[in-house]
Nanobody
């Protein structure tokens, strides 16, 4: 069964950090642009970041630039999202997605998501 497995979510205080991981089950991520979208309660899903498959070029939403960093380890077939200086407005379910677009508007399909809660 082909699926995406996210991990690393949790509860963190404002200003804290978390690292999300995304691994492919039944396939490898190496040949795909992989990214993260998020959805907060009552809000539409929004693109957070995307990393290309070939040259590792990265793309970020304005709201997370300078605070989040996406990376990939093709030997482990894993994509990471390092989230620093977290804010309460970062609270959302974060989804790993395949074939994300550079404008962070589209993707092919995603995982089940992992909850990130930023609260004091």
């Amino acid at each position: 069964q082909v699926q995406l497995m996210e991990s690393g979510g949790g509860l963190v205080q404002p200003g804290g950090s978390l690292r999300l991981s995304c691994a492919g089950s039944g396939f490898t991520l190496d040949n795909y642009a992989v990214g993260w979208f998020r959805q907060a309660p009552g809000k539409e899903r929004e693109g957070v970041s995307c990393i290309s498959s070939r040259d590792g070029k990265t793309y970020y939403a304005d709201s997370v630039k300078g605070r989040f960093a996406i990376s990939r380890d093709n030997l482990k077939s894993t994509v990471y999202l390092q989230m620093n200086s977290l804010k309460t407005e970062d609270t959302a379910v974060y989804f790993c997605v395949i074939r994300c677009s550079a404008d962070l508007e589209d993707y092919d399909w995603g995982g089940q998501g992992t909850q990130v809660t930023v609260s004091s």
